[in-house]
T-cell receptor, first 113, second 116 residues
Framework: QKEVEQNSGPLSVPEGAIASLNCTYS??????FFWYRQYSGKSPELIMS????GDKEDGRFTAQLNKASQYVSLLIRDSQPSDSATYLC?????????????FGKGTLLTVNP | DGGITQSPKYLFRKEGQNVTLSCEQN?????MYWYRQDPGQGLRLIYY???????QKGDIAEGYSVSREKKESFPLTVTSAQKNPTAFYLC???????????????FGNGTRLTVT
């Protein structure tokens, strides 16, 4: 059973701080990693994708991937109250199932004004 | 604008009734998916389809059925055999580029089903 683990939180940070969200996965064959943001009662929206080891930056968001440690993280710089949401980590299966995503349960982030 | 349309947004049914959730996409994506989300839980895969007239069971297919007669449409039927049907149902799509696909999923706005 492929697993994706996230700290459920809630993670609370003050406005302007850096929020750090972490995710570990069990399938060493995984090749593709995604972060989705989900506001309460809404559907998930893609905010970052990462496919190779290292950092990938997009605006205030940075995704970090370490395949050897089976670890992927999301950093949100200059956190805003509008960033308050649940963040879902999703991982593609390796081998023949790499078109299916396995999702973690999500980390609830609260940014306090 | 291209996107995925799920309807209705809210659906109420009595226990024992089958109900069909609609999902239509105009993104020209090959692959379509149905996920279920329960409070405080991640998304769990119900069914997926890579091409027309073909679909595969996901992790929690029992009590559900699907069809894929057209590329744009992937309706989900929640049958009376599904023991806990109340949930938030999400339809998604992605380009299917073969076994090496690494495309993310794009989600519809979801249908919240309540069965009493």
């Amino acid at each position: 059973q492929k697993e994706v683990e996230q700290n459920s939180g809630p993670l609370s940070v003050p406005e302007g701080a850096i929020a750090s969200l972490n995710c570990t996965y069990s399938d060493r064959g995984s090749q593709s990693f995604f972060w989705y943001r989900q506001y309460s009662g809404k559907s998930p929206e893609l905010i970052m994708s990462i496919y190779s080891n290292g950092d990938k930056e997009d605006g205030r968001f940075t995704a970090q991937l370490n395949k050897a440690s089976q670890y992927v993280s999301l950093l949100i710089r200059d956190s805003q109250p509008s960033d308050s949401a649940t963040y879902l980590c999703a991982v593609n299966g390796g081998g023949g199932s790499n078109y299916k995503l396995t999702f973690g349960k999500g980390t609830l982030l609260t940014v306090n004004p | 604008d291209g996107g995925i349309t799920q309807s209705p947004k809210y659906l109420f049914r009595k226990e024992g009734q089958n109900v069909t959730l609609s999902c239509e996409q105009n993104l020209n994506h090959d692959a379509m998916y149905w996920y279920r989300q329960d409070p405080g839980q991640g998304l769990r895969l119900i069914y997926y389809s890579q091409i027309v007239n073909d679909f595969q069971k996901g992790d929690i297919a029992e009590g559900y059925s699907v069809s894929r007669e057209k590329k744009e449409s992937f309706p989900l039927t929640v049958t009376s055999a599904q023991k806990n049907p109340t949930a938030f149902y999400l339809c998604a799509s992605s380009p299917y580029l073969g076994q090496s696909s690494n495309s993310p999923l794009h989600f519809g706005n979801g249908t919240r089903l309540t069965v009493t």
